[in-house]
Nanobody, 126 residues
Framework: QVQLAESGGGLAQAGGSLRLSCVAD????????MGWFRQAPGKEREFVAA????????YYADFVKGRFSISREDAKNTAYLQMNSLKPEDTAVYFC???????????????????WGQGTQVTVSS
């Protein structure tokens, strides 16, 4: 299976920035669509951003448009989530997912992903 290693979470002030990284390993040379989701206590996991396997298409949830940016570096099999203008409402555990078998039209839904990382905590203070 694909193993995912997430990093970059931590504490930030409102208006600050964080950069999350997700390294996919276990299938040398593999290429997949990748996405970021988040889950706050008592809430369902929600879509944040995704990037297609080719890197040609990106998708964002409305509440992060203009603030977050997803990218990938295929040579390192890594996806990034640059988070700017952070708000306290962004506080959550952020998960990286990879789509290996799911259909392209499921890239913005959790059900479309086959593997998940352990999650990294992001806390934004006022």
């Amino acid at each position: 299976q694909v193993q995912l290693a997430e990093s970059g979470g931590g504490l930030a002030q409102a208006g600050g920035s964080l950069r999350l990284s997700c390294v996919a390993d276990g299938r040398p040379g593999g290429r997949y669509s990748m996405g970021w989701f988040r889950q706050a206590p008592g809430k369902e996991r929600e879509f944040v951003a995704a990037i297609s396997w080719s890197g040609d298409s990106t998708y964002y949830a409305d509440f992060v448009k203009g603030r977050f940016s997803i990218s990938r570096e295929d040579a390192k099999n890594t996806a990034y989530l640059q988070m700017n203008s952070l708000k306290p409402e962004d506080t959550a555990v952020y998960f990286c997912g990879v789509q290996v078998y799911g259909p392209p039209d499921a890239i913005t839904t959790a059900r479309g992903y086959d593997y998940w990382g352990q999650g990294t905590q992001v806390t934004v203070s006022s």
